[in-house]
């Protein structure tokens, strides 16, 4: 804390992501110059493309993190854990800035951005999505404007009096909101009823896509949590991470289990069996990515080893993208005809946006209080959290 | 506010706070203006700026007068459409139902192809030009650059007293010489004439018809021409029924097609499979003419390329030939020569007389009497026109003359209920005949009678003016005779000159009477 | 409710001549395509509607009994009772009228296109290469509409294969051609029921599937799918936020206070 110097260690590795960045920044420039149809691979038959499925959708789910975790933590109090709350925020706003930035490559006319916040279309499921997503992003910024606050000491006492005044508030609504916007993500689909796979499309799309967004929080706090302790040489917070798998275990069960009712409800168990393209990308997704990552969980084994639930977690994670690219790509593919791949210049901005993720995360990281402080000296615990779990 | 009349120090200050109020003022408006769109009545919508709107470069909902279009097939040999020129006024629609009697006389749903005799009439009224012939100069241009092909060319009747208008020359001009001497600067290796075939074509379809009248063919009468590759095809869709009328000799564009590649190949001593046979016309059905199936009698092609006469002035201008200067030069033997007979092929009316002309001949072995040089009744632009001359030896030979196919309707309505007391129909596509054909200059849109009868007038100006008006007198047709075919319809004659058509009555659903 | 208008196609009385696509981008002053397109393509592969083609015409070949036919099929918006594009707009660019046409506006669109995915036929064009760009299709020509002409496509039919009007009459007049000739049609108005009903119908004796339309649309609505998931949003808002807040409220009671500012430290980079 006494630490006045802001600090960014210049690696190689990390002028590669910064040389990525500009690349992006270019590239978006052009963009804005010419049209999309310009940088990108997009056409009338496929209006949304990597932008749309890979960094808003799945940012938007991988940030899913910091409301499973503000609810675990804050709202249920599990206490055991705190260690990892404050980085899954941090990611969630992170993923959240990423989705916010892309979503402005995306849209056409972009100076109308406001539009929906004067015309309310509300009978839009885009509609709450970008009033969820705004809201929310306001106050995730608000929430670490608690943290901003710790480091950067600016006497500035109304602000952090109010915040913590209305915390209970911000968390609650910090959750609602998630909660809404991730499943109308799903429901986005909704309406495109004779057009995407009925192995995906589902009434109860919304239900499966913030279920997953939510038993994915744990997963990936735990990969987020493995990397940053092997990038700072630190210890990984296994026991976090373990018992965090009864909480995505149950979650995945249930998840299966609501799948399965539902497919067989519409009818289209079957299909997911006829062998075609888009029955085995939905079998691929279930058992790898579904059913594996529940044995490994179950198995006490796999769980209490590190290797067991970081493979398990990827799974997951991994998973959740894979539905999400299906939903957007393999559902939609046969309806909408004709081809779509990103071209070069639609990846290297992904790239570069996720690059920015990371930048911004070891930045952020490095300066202001996120991790946790005992870590790295032993298993010894101090912090009220951690007493608590013993 | 104080009175009006202040200081210029107050002045000052009222114009700085105006505009402090007008920029603020602004800013509310915009915003006012952004906010207050949700409930515009009327949204601006993009579209919408009115038929023509950049008529005048400015914009305006021009009440232009829209009335659709007849329909055009990609791949329609004869005639194409550029969406861009086409401003839907009708004329085409017009033309194609007033004047062809084709669009609106069949019944909806089509078959499985767009109904089209290729006629080209709607590219002549078609006031933007939209509708043109299919250009095949490219190709043209292509095979006289091809060192290894022997390119012909052969000129038909009507172009002579037509393409001098795409050089300004008044309707009518004959420049039979300059088009000749045009030709050959295009680089075309012979230079030959339709007209000779137009004499061989009276020759064989005279004998045919007397054969008929002296029932040495079974086939029914009247006869009816089949130089005009429209009005053929419009009997396939409408008539098949008279097919058996229709004269078995295939068109005189096709007859020397056929000839090009046997006989003047033969006698010329070149290989026939590096003839490039070419042909002038003032048509674009010929387009479709030279691609029917039926018309590979040489063992080729017949016809490689048809170009109308449009198409040769773009060849002239691209080539920088200055037309009207060119000397006056004559065609190249063997397949040159002509008759007046010939010449008036280009009229309505024409075929019929140099019939006439011909079967007098042919049935008597006398020279026809002055009546014959100047068959008034069948001149002219009527719509049917109809003689009777008598012929010593077989009475009097009853013919009708129509043009347009509307006109020809009637005269087969009346065939089709036997009430038809003609032997001999002659039928033309287009208004006026060749002379106005569906590929000739576009002097005036859409054409005039005026134009017509100043063509017309040309053409028998010539055939009074040539020392040799009757078709047998054509002394290379003789020539043709003696040393290749023998005689008219010998077995040779049949194989190359003549030919059978099919009914296409199974691609449409005819009504007799317009069906809106 | 004003009388909403629409427009009967019957397929069997069309004869490719496209009138209606010229003047389509006459009136509505589109770029028109080149002339390439038609010069050297021998009847090329149907063209798709563009963000400069809101209509098109559509041939297909196929055989009936026996006998080689082909039918012509003019394909537009088809601007559905429920439109599923303005739905999902949520800056209201996208508007049914009242009088029938689906119109943008282009001031509103924020350009997400969700409308193109939404949109269950494909009608909607994106104009990719443009910095602004809007997205494009036949707009039923609202302005003649409003004045009691017909749209422009309907107004240049020569063979009255477009019949323009209030649409339950043309529901009407569909239904009484089937009756009249119920060997010749398939007995279906396409339009009348797919997605809720749409302002255009068709009318056809060969069956839709063949023409290129789709038979998976389903007789629902578009929109009333997502309103039936959006119409819980404030009732989960609602409800989530009061158990959230009693968790918060009674777990907050048993939890031990802890000083969330000694807990957490930068990392060291080194």
Partial sequence: ?390 | MKDGASGPDNNSVTRRSFLKMASSMGLLAGLTGALAGCDDKNPKHPGGNGWLPNQYNAAGNFPAQVRGRVPIDLDNPSIMRDNQKCVLCGQCLETCENIESVYGYYSLPIVDETICIHCGQCSMACPTEAISERDDTDKVFKALDDQNKFVLVQTAPATRVALGEEFGLPPGAWVQGQQVAALRRLGFDAVLDTNFTADLTIMEEGTELIKRIKGEVKMPLPQFTSCSPGWIKFCEYFYPDLLPNMSSCKSPQQMFGALAKTYYAKARGIDPASIVSVSIMPCTAKKFECNRPEMNDSGYKDVDYVLTTRELARMIKKNKIDFTSLPEEKYDPIMGEETGGAVIFGATGGVMEAAARAAYFLITGQEPPALFLNLTPVRGLDGVKEAAVDIPGVGTLRVAVCHGMANGRKVLDAVRTGKAPWHFVEFMTCPGGCIAGGGQPRTAVPPTDAIREQRLASLYKADASLPKRKSYENAEVAALYQNFLEHPMSELAEELLHTEYHSRANKLHPLLFKAV | MTSKMGALVDVTRCIGCESCKVACSLYNGLKPEQMQESKTTPASENVELAVSRWTVVQSHKFEKNGEQIRRFVKRQCFHCQEPACASACFAKAMQKTPAGPVVYNENLCVGCRYCMIACPFEVLKFEWDKPFPRVLKCQMCPDRIEEGQMPACASVCPTGAITFGEREKLVEEAKKRLAEKPNFYVNHIYGLKEVGGTSWLYISDVPFGELGFRTDAPEKALPEYTWEVLKWTPAIFVGWGAILTGLYLYNKRRAAAHDEEEMYAPVDPD
């Fill in chain 1, 1 to 390: 804390m006494q630490k006045k110097r802001w600090t960014f260690r210049i690696t190689g590795l990390r002028i590669l992501m910064i040389a990525l960045v500009i690349i992006a920044a270019l590239i978006c420039l052009i963009r804005f110059i010419y049209g999309l149809g310009s940088v990108t691979n997009l056409s009338d038959q496929w209006p949304w493309g990597l932008w749309i499925g890979f960094d808003l959708l799945c940012g938007i789910a991988l940030a899913g993190g910091g409301f499973s975790t503000a609810l675990i933590v804050h709202v249920l109090h599990k206490d055991k854990y705190l260690p990892i709350a404050r980085a899954a925020l941090l990611t969630s706003l992170i993923g959240y800035l990423i989705a916010l930035v892309s979503l402005f490559l995306d849209i056409g006319r972009w100076y109308n951005f406001w539009r929906p916040f004067v015309f309310w279309g509300f009978h839009s499921v885009l509609f709450e999505v970008f009033w969820c997503i705004s809201l929310y992003t306001v106050i995730q910024i608000l929430e670490f404007g608690d943290i901003f606050f710790e480091r950067v000491k600016v006497y500035f006492p109304p602000y952090k009096k109010i915040l913590h005044k209305i915390m209970p508030f911000l968390l609650i609504l910090g959750i609602v909101l998630p909660t809404l916007h991730q499943s109308s993500l799903g429901s986005l689909y909704v309406i495109a009823a004779n057009k995407l796979n009925p192995l995906w499309w589902s009434m109860i799309i919304p239900f499966f896509f913030v279920w997953s967004a939510f038993f994915l929080g744990p997963a990936m706090a735990t990969i987020e949590g493995t990397l940053a302790a092997k990038t700072y040489h630190r210890k990984p917070e296994l026991h976090v991470y373990s018992d965090l798998t009864k909480v995505t275990l149950w979650m995945l069960i249930i998840y299966l289990i609501v799948k399965v009712i539902d497919l067989s409800y519409r009818g289209v168990f079957s299909s997911a069996f006829n062998g075609s393209f888009e029955s085995n990308m939905f079998l691929f997704e279930m058992i790898g990515f579904v059913i594996l990552p529940i044995i490994m969980y179950a198995a006490p084994g796999i769980r209490t080893k590190q290797w067991g639930v970081v493979t398990a977690s990827v799974l997951v994670v991994a998973g959740v993208i894979f539905n999400r690219l299906n939903v957007v790509f393999t559902g939609m593919a046969k309806s909408l005809g004709g081809q779509y791949f990103p071209s070069l210049w639609e990846l290297l901005v992904t790239i570069g946006m996720w690059s920015a993720l990371i930048l911004l995360y070891c930045f952020i990281v490095e300066n202001f209080p996120i991790l946790n402080k005992e870590e790295h000296v032993s298993d010894r615990r101090v912090s009220s959290g951690a007493s608590i779990r013993a």
